[in-house]
């Protein structure tokens, strides 16, 4: 397992020499003690990126391509190593790892890669005698932090686009989930990413991610946390106008309408919010469903959450690992408080589990509270397997309330009626929204939000525009231009 930092193509100690411990949330044990990187790492990783890009960016495109696709097969065939390594680290249920995470890592990046030297410029029709050529030309070197909860696959978001446009990064794994970002560093190194091209800055927020908001030869900031933290940095990264790109937190509203079909939507709505603990930005963590279906759909809903196998997320057949950390445990344990100052119900878990082998890890179960939409415990994300329920009468009023909260970025609805389902996707207040289903990501789709979700896309050609400049390039070809000041 490597655990030390990455720079310029070698794994080294952090300048100071200081570690962090990453912690196994199923029992609270110490799983690696890793280098942490501070200021003057972060000035190494991103000299090392620096002296990289020339020879990266002018490098042919398909080649660039081609490290890329290598590196997809490179995860591929580590997959049970990357998938195990990443289950320990983060909580997530083996099944999802080796299932979801890892093979869409290796489809981000096989997407990228194909992606290299098809993403192209144009040519303007300006006026006669002139030829305007229009080149992306990649940034420089892009600094990009990312969180914890699905650190696998955001290297591949975050690295693929990034890298595949031409640039150097420089990135911070989550302080809670460096391992795999570490592994795949690694896997990079091994099948031939020139030295300095990516590097691995494991280590805080306040001192190696604010190092990377901060650093001037950084051109572009891709952050991907907490809206708090991301309005934060905006304003930080203001003093040297880096372009920054923002994606943050979420309040999924997930609309049942009353000609659902109820059994798909309720495996959905489940899926929607229990899936990873509910540690998803576009989890779908506010149920809106109409007063003819309440009783029926919430019955069926609560049982299904209620025979959610929670368990050790080694064992292949846990459905619901723990939380990733205990800090973040505390935090949604506190917001059962909030839902019962604010009068909420409870109507499915709202509790650890009893289990005693599952005592020493942060598990919580599958909860699912009533409450006002007015509510903070409705309005606030929690991030863990905590979902709210609201009814309603009107699609008007389904709207109000999908549309109520100041964060914009997944939504859902469920509906028999074509009509409805396009009316209802236009008018949600959403970066994504998704019908008859929730929570599909596809490297080729744009992701991302509004409001408070921040703004800017992962993904698809949406991805490579983020990580490029056009450049306009006029070339006089035969135009005749009469003076613009004529004397004599
Ligand atoms: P966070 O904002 O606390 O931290 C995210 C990253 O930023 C971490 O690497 C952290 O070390 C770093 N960081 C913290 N303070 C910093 C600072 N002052 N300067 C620079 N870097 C700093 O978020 P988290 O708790 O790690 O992750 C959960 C949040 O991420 C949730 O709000 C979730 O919705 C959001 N998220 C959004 C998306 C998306 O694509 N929109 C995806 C996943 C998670």
Redesign the pocket.
Known sequence: MQTKLFIGGDFVDAADGATFDTIDPHDGSVLAHVAEARREDVDRAVAAARKAFPHWSRMPAADRGRLLLKLADAIEADAENLALLETRDTGHPLRDTLGLDVPRTAATFRYFGGMADKFQGTVVPVEAGFLDYVVPEPLGVIGQ??????PVMFVGWKLGPALAAGNCVVM?????TPLTALRIAELAAEVGFPPGVINMVPG???TA??R??EHPDITKLS????????K??AMRAADTLKQVHL????KGANIVFADAQLEAAVNGTAFGIFHNQGQ??IAASRLIVHESLKDEFLDRLVTLADSIRLGDPKDRTTEMGPLTSKL?WDRVISYLDVAAQEGGTVLAGGKAPSDPALADGYYIRPTIVETSPDARAARE?V?GPFMVVHTFKTDEEALEIANSVDYG?GGGLWTSDLARAHKTARELRAGMVWVNSYKRVNPGSP???VGI??YGR?MGFEAMREYTEPKATWINVDAELPPFYPRG
């Open positions: 932090i990312v969180p914890w909860n699905f911070k794994p989550s302080e809670v805080y927020g306040q991610g604010q990377i908001v952050f991907t946390g907490s809206s708090n933290v991301g934060q940095i994606e943050l937190g979420g998803a930005c973040h994300e991030f970025l992701f991302g939000g979700s921040g992962e």
